[in-house]
């Protein structure tokens, strides 16, 4: 008989880079994520996060007896109950541990690997989204496409690039953050991620070649891809 499903690991030295995880040689296998709302290469299994990263339990075992507790549940994802220890967690998302008082925001350290940064409680009532689609539907509606698979109607002056702030409380958006000269940003991707930059110039390529953008923070002015930018708010931090 034909077996059915995908496997549900995948070897550590096959691990994506934004897996964050220094033992990649001491075990041969580590949790695969399963289809959500980041993609594989941008994601860290739920189950790895809790017992490699933020060492809440020293066993995947325990970590499913943390997810599965019926009442209160214990882990939330952008203040959804989560429960599989392959649910897909990336960038931006809010991880809370509402009984220990304990809130994460999911960013990006300078090799490019996901990690969680402790924030106040207050802070973990939004989420910052990126704005990577628009569609105009029938009818005149403007949809976005978010970082997170998540689909928001809004107004025409929000663009593709641009970031919002979004409520997890009423799933409502709050703010928008242009991105626009003058702009924070945090670099996602490429050999300088993890920067929290100032938007100087978005400068555009010739057909086929993708926008790259002049930036400069306190070791000065430097070129990356403009795609890689995640326009941010004030409030925005690298570090607990």
């Known amino acids: 008989m034909a077996k059915l499903g995908g496997t549900k690991h995948v070897k550590r030295l096959a691990t994506p880079k934004a897996v964050p995880i220094t033992d990649k040689?001491?075990?041969?296998?580590?949790?695969?994520?399963?289809?959500?709302?980041?993609?594989?290469?941008?994601?860290?299994?739920?189950?790895?996060?809790?017992?490699?990263?933020?060492?809440v339990a020293p066993t995947l075992k325990e970590v499913k007896q943390i997810l599965n507790r019926q009442s209160p549940r214990l882990v939330r994802v952008d203040?959804?109950?989560?429960?599989?220890?392959?649910?897909?967690?990336?960038?931006?998302?809010?991880?809370?541990?509402?009984?220990a008082d304990k809130f994460y925001r999911i960013i990006v350290d300078s090799k490019g690997r996901l990690i969680p940064v402790e924030i106040k409680k207050a802070e973990a009532d939004s989420k910052l989204l990126k704005v990577v689609g628009k569609n105009v539907l029938k009818g005149g509606k403007i949809s976005l496409a978010l970082h997170d698979g998540r689909n928001l109607f809004a107004d025409n002056h929000i663009n593709v690039?641009?970031?919002?702030?979004?409520?997890l409380n009423d799933g409502k958006l709050k703010s928008t953050i242009k991105l626009a000269p003058g702009a924070k940003?945090?670099?996602?991707?490429?050999?300088?991620?993890?920067?929290?930059?100032?938007?100087?110039?978005?400068?555009?390529?010739?057909?086929?070649?993708?926008?790259?953008?002049?930036?400069?923070?306190?070791?000065?002015?430097?070129?990356?891809?403009?795609?890689?930018?995640?326009?941010?708010?004030?409030?925005f931090k690298t570090s607990g």
């Open 79 to 99: 203040h959804r109950p989560r429960t599989d220890v392959r649910f897909p967690v990336g960038l931006m998302d809010v991880v809370r541990f509402d009984t």
């Open 25 to 55: 040689k001491e075990s041969t296998w580590i949790l695969r994520t399963f289809p959500g709302p980041h993609p594989k290469r941008a994601s860290i299994g739920l189950g790895v996060l809790l017992r490699d990263v933020l060492k």
């Open 161 to 167: 690039g641009d970031s919002i702030v979004f409520s």
């Open 185 to 235: 940003c945090l670099i996602s991707e490429g050999k300088h991620a993890g920067a929290v930059v100032t938007l100087k110039e978005i400068v555009n390529r010739q057909a086929g070649k993708p926008s790259e953008a002049l930036v400069s923070n306190e070791s000065g002015d430097f070129i990356t891809v403009a795609k890689y930018l995640f326009a941010v708010d004030g409030s």
